[in-house]
């Protein structure tokens, strides 16, 4: 079991910044690939970013490519998101997920991932 905890999320400006993290604790964090996704009101939950086990493989959706970074420390079993730039439709929930691999696989999937944070409200106001 991981248990998964993100953190960071809140109010900000259009044109302003959020650095989201994400707490894991239960396994061994670096056997795991990471991802983002997020959820608006009415929507299907998205992807946004992902991170492989070593953090040596990144990918962004359209969206966030250009504007947010993944990262990881794998000695703080954390995750993290910066969110730079940020947008009116940037608004939502967003969950970190956590992915079992044997290799420096990502995937974009949300079913794939085995375990999931409760979430982080970000709303950028116009």
């Known amino acids: 079991q991981v248990q998964l905890v993100e953190s960071g999320g809140g109010l900000v400006q259009a044109g302003g910044s959020l650095r989201l993290s994400c707490a894991a604790s239960g396994r061994t964090f670096s056997n795991y690939a990471m991802g983002w996704f997020r959820q608006a009101p009415g929507k299907e939950r998205e992807f946004v970013s992902a991170?492989?086990?070593?953090?040596?493989?990144?990918y962004y959706a359209d969206s966030a490519k250009g504007r947010f970074t993944i990262s990881r420390d794998n000695a703080k079993n954390t995750v993290y998101l910066q969110m730079n730039s940020l947008k009116p439709e940037d608004t939502a929930v967003y969950y970190c997920?956590?992915?079992?691999?044997?290799?420096?696989?990502?995937?974009?999937?949300?079913?794939?991932?085995?375990?999931w944070g409760q979430g982080t409200q970000v709303t950028v106001s116009s």
């Open positions: 991170i492989s086990r070593s953090g040596g493989n990144t």
């Open positions: 997920a956590a992915d079992a691999v044997l290799d420096e696989h990502v995937t974009t999937t949300p079913h794939i991932y085995d375990y």
